[in-house]
């Protein structure tokens, strides 16, 4: 058990975090203040909340380049809101944030469910609509932090036992997902759905509406996470999270959720989220240019996928030797 407990993949990236963490203080000592690694946290919070919708997609064999679009979408309208009422309470514009996210969620479950057109093109195109209607919404304007109301932008930034409230979103998610995968019945259709879709269907299971739940789920926590990001930065705009679904999958990826579906952790989700908002944090202080930023991401997705198809090889022959030793 210990030992098992030892070579996961988890645990894995847990070291590689403390190592990294480790080599960055040795030129930077600040890096490890309380203060900065609470600040590294919150900044990372939204890749978390985005990563872990993006897992539960590909655990069923999907995959969601929309989020970011879906994120900056839900944020312009909860702007919008806000700049024309400015006197609606915040937890409504968070309930109008998740309800339009999970609308966009379910445009992709249905097209890919009903049509059965392939989640990377229905994706990229509901990506690309989401981008145009906050064009015609906003006509091209940006919102600036002078046109959202004090409340608007102060609430994530409020702090509960030392940690801002954008956290504690991130933190809630976490434990509601990890619930959700491990305890009931529709978490354990998604390993069904994306480990062998064939037995799923056997076992009773409705593979398209397991794969249209993933994309609600992960439309919602996109427009959670919309009215989080806005109202922290304080501006919406067309652009806003542009290319930040990159990001997100690379997350997932490096937390060893397999593209292939049906395996990886919340934990390794979660986990992959911090891996990289460690790297994002540090490398602007040692000089590293946003572009060398992408190409590190890029790459980052490339060695965790080897990494993971390796990993799983040697897993898969570890399990024919055990039944080999069983058998003689």
């Known amino acids: 058990m210990i030992k098992r407990l030892i070579t996961s993949r988890e645990m894995i990236l847990a070291l590689a975090i403390l190592g990294l963490v480790g080599l960055i203080t040795l030129k930077f000592p600040g890096f490890i203040a309380p203060s900065n690694l609470i600040d590294a946290f919150n900044d990372t919070s939204p890749l978390i909340i985005l990563a872990l919708g993006q897992m539960i997609v590909i655990l069923t064999r999907c995959i969601d380049l929309s989020v970011a679009a879906n ?77 959202m109301s004090d409340t608007f932008k102060a609430f994530p930034r409020q702090e509960f036992l030392n940690l801002p409230v954008l956290s504690w979103f991130s933190i809630s998610v976490t434990m509601m997902v990890i619930i959700m995968v491990s305890r009931t019945p529709l978490g354990r259709a998604f390993y069904a759905v994306g480990g062998n879709p064939n037995a799923a269907v056997y076992a009773g299971i409705d593979v398209g509406r397991t794969q249209f739940m993933a994309f609600t789920i992960s439309g919602a926590l996109a427009g959670l996470t919309g009215y989080l990001w806005v109202s922290r930065y304080a501006v919406a705009y067309v652009d806003i999270a542009g290319g930040f679904e990159l990001d997100v999958v690379a997350a997932c990826v490096i937390g060893g959720i397999s593209i292939a579906g049906g395996v990886g952790t919340v934990v390794g989700a979660f986990l992959g989220a911090i891996f990289l908002g460690v790297i994002k944090n540090a490398l602007p202080v040692i000089g590293v240019s946003p572009f060398a930023q992408l190409a590190i991401s890029g790459a980052a997705i490339i060695i965790a996928v080897a990494f993971n198809s390796s990993y799983q090889k040697r897993k898969g022959r570890l399990i024919l030797k055990q039944e080999e030793a069983a058998v003689e």
């Open 71 to 147: 994120l900056a979408l839900t944020g312009m309208i909860v702007a919008m809101i806000n700049m024309q009422f400015p006197m609606v309470p915040v937890p409504v514009l968070i309930m109008v944030a998740i309800a339009a996210g999970t609308l966009m969620g379910m445009l992709n479950g249905l097209l890919t469910w009903k049509l059965d057109i392939p989640p990377i093109v229905v994706t990229l195109g509901t990506m690309t609509i989401f981008r145009g209607l906050i064009f015609v919404l906003s006509e091209g304007q940006w919102i600036n932090a002078h046109e």
